[in-house]
């Protein structure tokens, strides 16, 4: 069965700098795959979808890159503000069935 | 905007009651779906619905049930709830060829 791995341990980035999270799958790469944003108490908010076919997708302040070969997808954020300290959910859609990270809490420190 | 809306924010439920959690979507959206989310094991799917009056077994569909009589609702029923199903409830739909979901605000509830 697909797993999704993102990293379990806390990330805790200076205001102003970029922060890296990663989502590894293994076995089939999925058709597309999302990008999640958690706050605590509340329902998940779509952020970003990049294609199979899409090397790196960018809206604002954030950029999700793509690498079938790695299995894995990347999520930066840039100038990084307190504001964006949340829990990210990679989730990964495989025949038409998404699947759900556990997440990765973003600390970001002022 | 997409608005997914649930009918409590917090609830509070002793063991063996019946329990119903209620979701309203606005969008139109063909799939609904149930998840509840625990700390360390993430979003688990229940049940989930591609139409009215159908619906498959998610995950960890076991204790639960569901009812989807119109397009825009979709409820979870705990048919007796029990203290292992304390949890955050998160409904979500789904529309277009994105897959995108939209997931309503959640509701936690506790059962003693």
């Known amino acids: 069965s697909q797993k999704i791995e993102q990293n379990s341990e806390a990330l805790n980035i200076q205001e102003g700098k970029t922060a890296t999270l990663t989502c590894n799958y293994t076995?089939?790469?999925?058709?597309?795959l999302q990008w999640y944003r958690q706050d605590p108490g509340r329902g998940p908010v779509f952020l970003l979808l990049?294609?199979?076919?899409?090397k790196e997708k960018r809206k604002e302040r954030l950029k999700v890159t793509f690498d079938t070969t790695l299995k894995q997808s990347l999520f930066h954020i840039t100038a990084s503000q307190p504001a964006d300290s949340a829990t990210y959910l990679c989730?990964?859609?495989?025949?038409?069935?998404?699947?759900f990270g556990k997440g990765t809490r973003l600390h970001i420190l002022p | 905007d997409v608005k997914v809306t649930q009918s409590s924010r917090y609830l509070v439920k002793r063991t063996g009651e019946k329990v119903f959690l209620e979701c309203v979507q606005d969008?139109?959206?063909?799939?609904m779906f149930w998840y509840r989310q625990d700390p360390g094991l993430g979003l688990r799917l229940i049940y989930f619905?591609?139409?009215?009056?159908?619906?498959e077994k998610g995950d960890i569909p076991e204790g639960y049930s569901v009812s989807r009589e119109k397009k825009e609702r979709f409820s979870l029923i705990l048919e007796s709830a029990s203290t292992n199903q304390t949890s955050m409830y998160l409904c979500?739909?789904?529309?277009?060829?994105?897959?995108?979901?939209?997931f309503g605000p959640g509701t936690r509830l506790t059962v003693l």
């Open positions: 979500a739909s789904w529309g277009g060829s994105r897959g995108t979901q939209y």
């Open positions: 076995n089939y790469s999925p058709a597309y």
């Open positions: 990049i294609r199979e076919n899409e």
């Open positions: 989730a990964p859609v495989f025949l038409g069935k998404i699947i």
């Open positions: 969008m139109d959206h063909e799939n």
């Open positions: 619905s591609y139409d009215v009056k159908m619906k």
